[in-house]
């Protein structure tokens, strides 16, 4: 059983920034693509940026230019930089692989950004 833990949320000013980190229990970072996903109040969980074993990076229209996902496998940890914070920024931010194989989610790290 994976465990993921996610943290680096927090309450932030609109245009500020934050750094999201996410451990795992385990090594699955590189050999995975990852991923961190976000669910905003009443809303659905999305896919918001994702790295594969190779470092390519894919990101959601919404923070294109703004977040910046990156990996460190010796340290078996995730991050995402999100820079220019907005409102719609505010969820509850997780890491999971980008096939969620694992079938479980951490608990999650709250960001809300304040107008």
């Known amino acids: 059983q994976v465990q993921l833990m996610e943290s680096g949320g927090g309450l932030v000013q609109a245009g500020g920034s934050l750094r999201l980190s996410c451990v795992a229990s385990?090594?699955?970072?590189?050999?995975?693509?990852m991923a961190w996903f976000r669910q905003p109040p009443g809303k659905q969980r999305e896919m918001v940026a994702s790295?594969?074993?190779?470092?390519?990076?894919n990101y959601a229209d919404s923070v294109k230019g703004r977040f910046t996902i990156s990996r460190t496998n010796v340290k078996n940890t995730l991050y995402l930089q999100m820079n220019s914070l907005t409102p719609e920024d505010t969820a509850v931010y997780y890491c999971?692989?980008?096939?969620?194989?694992?079938?479980?989610w951490g608990q999650g790290t709250q960001v809300t950004v304040s107008s």
């Open positions: 999971n692989t980008e096939d969620l194989q694992y079938g479980v």
């Open positions: 790295i594969t074993r190779g470092g390519i990076t």
């Open positions: 385990r090594n699955i970072f590189s050999i995975n693509t």
